[in-house]
């Protein structure tokens, strides 16, 4: 990464803090793998692609990890521009609008305006991988039987900030000249959901 994006995508301008592996787990070894195959200039394609003899639970908790932290960061540099004024509605352009729902207050679809969507999707999402229940981290362990359920509903709802961001934001991106390092975080993240299923098709259509 250049010196100039590294400016723009420091950890202080995270929309939450990093979540990391533990060193010497399992988990954090696939982590190191799937980095290393990234950086080393592996087809992104190829790079998705569940490594042979891994688990798959594993595989999609170390990524879901990772995609949280990188879009994160990318909403991190463009939040403070994301204003209940600027985006009074969560959406990707005129077609398509989120509405939030959850177990406890939100029990019905409800529109929000964006940066309110967000805070509550990333507490969310949070949550969940901060859950012993639903992300272990001891080993031997087991993940719950739904644990591939939950991350598809986890990954779906992070897509949707690409969509914003890309479809609201993106001369931020431009300006900060940060389109390359975005394109290549939304690109992974677009190989790995639909390499192993994870994302519903019409769920893509925003960004087609």
């Given at each position: 990464?250049?010196?100039?994006?590294?400016?723009?995508?420091?950890?202080?301008?995270?929309?939450?803090?990093?979540?990391?592996?533990?060193?010497?787990?399992?988990?954090?070894?696939?982590?190191?793998?799937?980095?290393?195959?990234?950086?080393?200039?592996?087809?992104?394609?190829?790079?998705?692609?569940?490594?042979?003899?891994?688990?798959?639970?594993?595989?999609?908790?170390?990524?879901?990890?990772?995609?949280?932290?990188?879009?994160?960061?990318?909403?991190?540099?463009?939040?403070?521009?994301?204003?209940?004024?600027?985006?009074?509605?969560?959406?990707?352009?005129?077609?398509?609008?989120?509405?939030?729902?959850?177990?406890?207050?939100?029990?019905?679809?409800?529109?929000?305006?964006?940066?309110?969507?967000?805070?509550?999707?990333?507490?969310?999402?949070?949550?969940?991988?901060?859950?012993?229940?639903?992300?272990?981290?001891?080993?031997?362990?087991?993940?719950?039987?739904?644990?591939?359920?939950?991350?598809?509903?986890?990954l779906c709802r992070l897509f949707r900030v690409f969509v914003h961001v890309y479809i609201h934001h993106f001369d931020?991106?431009?300006?900060?000249?940060?389109?390359?390092?975005?394109?290549?975080?939304?690109?992974?993240?677009?190989?790995?959901?639909?390499?192993?299923?994870?994302?519903?098709?019409?769920?893509?259509?925003?960004?087609?």
């Amino acid at each position: 990464m250049s010196i100039a994006l590294k400016q723009v995508f420091n950890k202080d301008k995270t929309f939450r803090p990093k979540r990391k592996f533990e060193p010497g787990t399992q988990r954090f070894d696939l982590h190191k793998r799937a980095q290393a195959s990234l950086n080393s200039g592996v087809d992104l394609k190829a790079a998705v692609q569940l490594p042979h003899g891994e688990d798959l639970n594993d595989w999609v908790a170390v990524h879901l990890v990772d995609f949280f932290n990188r879009i994160n960061l990318i909403y991190g540099t463009v939040c403070e521009f994301c204003t209940e004024k600027s985006c009074p509605v969560m959406s990707g352009g005129q077609r398509y609008e989120y509405r939030w729902q959850d177990e406890h207050k939100y029990k019905k679809p409800t529109p929000l305006p964006a940066p309110k969507y967000m805070n509550l999707l990333m507490d969310w999402i949070e949550m969940q991988i901060n859950n012993e229940d639903i992300f272990p981290t001891s080993i031997g362990i087991p993940f719950p039987k739904n644990f591939i359920q939950i991350c598809k509903k986890i990954l779906c709802r992070l897509f949707r900030v690409f969509v914003h961001v890309y479809i609201h934001h993106f001369d931020r991106i431009l300006l900060m000249g940060a389109e390359a390092h975005v394109n290549t975080c939304y690109k992974h993240f677009y190989y790995f959901a639909t390499e192993l299923n994870l994302i519903d098709r019409k769920e893509l259509e925003p960004l087609k």
